[in-house]
């Protein structure tokens, strides 16, 4: 989606700086809630720090530059890349989605540079089971905990990467519920047991179209509507996916329906047929536009 932009990266004393991307803001990204191992860091909050696929990355954005901090090695740079797909033309993207409407472009122009990361699917479908009825602060708990109890050391770093399926496939309920999982523990237990056992393979899930993939994972206990959907679209690309929770109901309502009463279902088909493959994209702009720019307005429902 998007033309392929050409990087250039060059390094200086371990330190990497990648440019050539376009729009892209790195606070925005990291922070608006579609992952939960980011924390700002550094002196002044210029530093995202964070774990991706096993690795800990330390990044710094400075303007139209990306700076990749020690530990970093060639293999760190594609992680990064991929991740936050810098290579994708991103201002096309936007263009697009400003173009749906003014309502559209209100919501672009709040949080210009958001990107949607793609993360690795295993650790993305327990951060969704463990986000249902819970706070970005409490899920982002919950995951390093997992991680500290179950995953590996990093480096000299003091985080951990994310368990193997294997690894939290040995934990007992009793065990997860020490990481503040809550309910959601019995739901963390069924699906290590079911993927370390082959009974679902996530990559043959991502390889399926979007609505066989959907009633796949939605097989899978503690994962409803909104939880596949955010899987699909933040970890196996299926960017037609709409993920719809309490904001998202409540912006779509008032900035489209007048404020009137309208089911889930009903808002997912509307964004299928107004926003097409866009609507992921879509969705995240909304999300950041009622945090950001109109939340007052929201808190009522």
Not at 69 to 95: C, G, K, N, W
Not at 105 to 124: F, H, K, T, Y
Request: net charge neutral; glycine share 8%.
């Amino acid at each position: 989606m998007g033309e392929s932009r050409k990087l250039a990266v060059s390094w200086r004393d371990g330190t990497c700086s990648i440019r050539g991307f376009d729009s892209f803001d790195l606070h925005t990204t990291c922070q608006c809630g579609q992952a939960f191992r980011w924390v700002r860091a550094g002196n002044a909050g210029q530093l995202e720090e964070g774990v991706v696929q096993g690795r800990f990355l330390r990044l710094e954005q400075r303007d139209a530059e990306l700076v990749v901090h020690p530990p970093a090695d060639d293999e760190t740079i594609a992680v990064v890349v991929d991740y936050f797909r810098l290579r994708q033309s991103h201002t096309a993207v936007e263009a697009s989605i400003a173009g749906i409407d003014p309502t559209m472009a209100a919501a672009v122009d709040s949080a210009r540079g958001l990107r949607l990361v793609a993360q690795e699917p295993w650790e993305c479908l327990i951060s969704y089971i463990v986000s249902a009825n819970n706070s970005v602060a409490q899920i982002s708990r919950v995951v390093e905990n997992l991680s500290r109890a179950w995953g590996k050391p990093i480096g000299s770093s003091s985080r951990y990467s994310f368990p193997a399926p294997g690894d939290l496939e040995c934990a007992s309920q009793a065990d997860v519920l020490t990481c503040k999982a809550g309910f959601r523990s019995r739901s963390i237990c069924e699906a290590a047991r079911r993927v370390a056992r082959g009974e679902l393979d996530l990559n043959a899930v991502t390889a399926m179209d979007y609505h066989a993939a959907k009633q796949e994972l939605i097989r899978l206990r503690g994962v409803g509507e909104k939880v596949a959907d955010c899987v699909l679209l933040f970890s196996m690309g299926k960017f037609e996916a709409f993920p719809v929770d309490v904001w998202i109901e409540r912006v779509v309502r008032h900035l489209y329906f007048g404020g009137e009463k309208t089911s889930q279902r009903d808002i997912r088909e509307w964004a299928a047929d107004k926003f097409g493959d866009l609507a992921g994209y879509a969705q995240e702009y909304l999300f950041a536009y009622a945090r950001l720019a109109i939340p007052d307005r929201l808190r009522s429902g």
